[in-house]
């Protein structure tokens, strides 16, 4: 079966300003996003990409631009299932105020129970991802063969939900898996059981430097904005 090559959406104007965006439109990269979208086609200059899924999401939809436009013979299509968590009345508010939400306690120790007000559950979008997956996998092996690499633009909580699924573990963990933006993390998928072989790699190491805020053990809900 094939490889999925997950690449999370390079940093936003939202992941700047310290907002969860959510499904709030008009979400663009900034400066450091775009430099970062466009290094993506050198970094996946190797790998024989067959098809691009993305995430209907402006930031995502720029993200994958620069590839786009360097292979001009990549078939794009967009697809819901890998659009950002639903996070309903959360969405476009400041993750400094959601902190003291008590629903903030069940994203981070609970999250198979945490369902957004006016949003979905945590559960949906894993599943709905999933499917996703598992349906573009069936179809790109059709279409290109068991060795094909196809890839996947999406957001923070989606593909740390989707490494959950490819390594067996409880939703409830999810929250201790990390990806910076414009990470790519790399799932092979086989008859018996997918292998994770990347993980959140941003191509430097910039992002395990000590930070002068330290980090107060909390997942950043949506992904978080990576290194300074």
């Not at 094939?2 to 990269?29: D, F, K, M, Y």
């Not at 290094?39 to 790998?47: F, K, N």
């Not at 959360?90 to 939400?101: H, M, N, T, V």
């Not at 196809?150 to 939900?161: N, R």
Request: glycine share 10%.
């Amino acid at each position: 079966m094939p490889t999925l090559i997950l690449v999370r959406h390079g940093r936003s104007t939202a992941n700047t300003s310290g907002v969860l965006a959510g499904w709030t439109p008009g979400v663009s990269l900034d400066e450091r996003g775009a430099a970062q979208a466009a290094a993506l086609p050198g970094r996946l200059a190797a790998l024989p990409v067959s098809e691009v899924v993305t995430s209907p999401l402006q930031r995502c939809q720029e993200t994958v631009a620069p590839l786009l436009a360097a292979r001009p013979e990549l078939r794009v299509h967009t697809d819901e299932r890998i659009g950002e968590c639903h996070y309903g009345d959360w969405s476009g508010r400041k993750l400094a105020e959601l902190k003291d939400e008590p629903l903030m306690e069940v994203v981070q120790a609970h999250p198979s129970a945490a369902a957004f007000p006016g949003g979905e559950s945590m559960r949906a979008m894993q599943t709905r991802a999933a499917e996703a997956v598992r349906e573009w996998n069936d179809r790109v092996e059709r279409d290109h063969g068991a060795d094909a690499v196809y890839l996947m633009c999406s957001h923070g909580d989606i593909i740390k939900a989707l490494v959950a699924d490819a390594l067996g573990l409880h939703l409830d963990l999810f929250q201790r898996i990390s990806v910076e933006p414009c990470s790519i993390t790399a799932i092979r998928y086989t008859r018996l059981r997918p292998f994770l072989v990347r993980l959140g790699d941003t191509g430097d190491l910039a992002s395990l430097a000590p930070r002068e805020e330290h980090p107060d053990g909390d997942a950043p809900v949506g992904g978080g904005a990576g290194a300074p």
